[in-house]
């Protein structure tokens, strides 16, 4: 099960705890947690990712033990640690705007 | 009984404001999408609970909202505005040319006869319709494919599209209004577009023949006369009779044509109401005192609106969509300001309260009048 938290804006547009649990049957890569995180919330489509290219929204962040993946390629796989359910993957607004 | 319900749209949230016909007590509901700036709430003519909004954010993007019980709840909906093709170039604030580039919503405008059918206007400037209740959206490509689309350019706020006003005689005849390329009308349900910009002038465009390029910041229609049209441009109140076709100025005794939103009143098509400010550099009002102008003469003759409204220290905005009229036997005008007060007024404009003082800035102020 893959661990995602989740920013308080969309915890709110999704109605969900500040943790979800995913089951990603494929490789666990940025690309095929996020499928899965829209595919059981529609409404975080294009709130993420641009939904035609997919490419991440500027001010959005990831994280995870401890590490910026951030520019990571999307079908990198994810640390093991996010891939086994120890440690969640983070999404999380840059800091700006005061 | 009838009554009014004011959508509010804030830098941080969405407001309802309802009241009864007396319009003296007001219930205040909200925020909804609290920390989402709602650029605009709006409501359907055909269904009056059917209510939309149109939340979104730096961070975050463009989100759609969607009640079906005037407000109480919300889901959201599709909000992919993705443009028609290949979407080309306009120029950037430099001069140099920058592709179309989907930032948000500004206004939606839902149809009068179908609650699933609502229009979109949208940064950077484009025309959206969905005819599923917001479930996808779709270009109207013929506006933004304007032969003058490199030509235009964004204002202060983006290059966006924020007025959209559709003919209540003429199903198929659209008006658009863009920051800064000005007014565009389709006659044929926006497959084809014109330019609607002759006699407006404005400085840094030499040609007072010019298509575009006119910072044209609201319009404004009583549905009894289509082919009056209304327009507070950056600077400069004008009129149209011919819908569109030739503009003149109307700014008579203003103490200042500078000024974002304008309204006419729901009885009276020659009532025009606009909030004058000091000018493009100094967003409040002249002196410090906030007054609505009040022209029953379709324009050039203005009278100061003043009772009830701060006289002094007042240094708020009131933005392009943040003013509107209720449709009651006795009109009521509503707006916001920057400061986050909504004033009303229940008997066109001579008497002024507020119904909240202390909300986000407010960007958008839209009225629903109960039946």
Known sequence: MIRVELP????????????????????????????????????????????????????????????????????????GAVADGTQPLLIIGAMAGG | MSGVRVLVGTRKGAFILTSDERRQQWAVAGPHFPGWEVYHVAGSPADPDRLYAAPSGGWFGQVIQRSDDGGATWDPVGNDFAYAGEPGNHQWYDGTLRPWEFTRVWHLEPSPTDKDT????????????????????????????????????????????????????????????????????????????????????????????????????????????????????????????????????????????????????????????????TSDSHHFPPDGRLRVYRSRTGGNTWEPLTNGLPQENCYVNVLRDAMAVDTLAECGIYFGTTGGQVYASADSGDNWAPIVRDLPAVLSVQVQTLS
Not at chain 1, 20 to 42: C, G, H, N, S, W
Not at chain 2, 142 to 150: I, K, M, V
Not at chain 2, 172 to 181: D, G, Q, T
Not at chain 2, 201 to 210: E, V
């Open chain 1, 8 to 79: 308080a804006h969309l915890r709110q547009l999704a109605r969900c705890e500040r943790e979800v649990q995913l089951e990603v049957d494929a490789a666990v890569t940025q690309r095929a947690v996020l499928d899965a995180l829209e595919a059981r919330y529609p409404a975080l489509r294009g709130t993420i990712r641009d939904p035609v290219t997919g490419v991440r929204r500027p001010f959005v962040r990831l994280y995870a033990c401890e590490q910026d993946l951030s520019h990571e390629p999307p079908d990198t796989p994810l640390p």
């Open chain 2, 118 to 277: 609502v229009y979109a206007g949208v940064q950077d400037a484009a025309l959206f319709r969905t005819t599923d209740g917001g479930a996808s959206w779709h270009e109207l490509p013929g506006l933004r494919e304007h032969g003058s689309g490199p030509q235009w350019q964004p204002g202060a706020g983006g290059m966006c599209l924020h007025t959209i006003i559709l003919d209540p005689e003429n199903a198929e005849r659209i008006f658009v209004a863009i920051s800064a390329a000005g007014v565009f009308r389709t006659d044929d349900g926006g497959t084809s577009w014109e330019p609607i910009n002759q006699g407006l002038l404005s400085d840094g465009i030499p040609s007072p023949a010019a298509e575009v390029g006119h910072c044209v910041h609201n319009l404004a229609m009583h549905p009894s006369r289509p082919q009056t049209l209304f327009m507070q441009k950056h600077w400069d109140v004008m009129r149209s009779d011919d819908s569109g076709d030739h503009w003149s100025e109307i700014s008579g005794n203003l103490p200042s044509d500078f000024g974002f939103p304008i309204a006419v009143h729901a009885h009276e098509p020659e009532t025009v109401y606009v909030v004058p400010i």
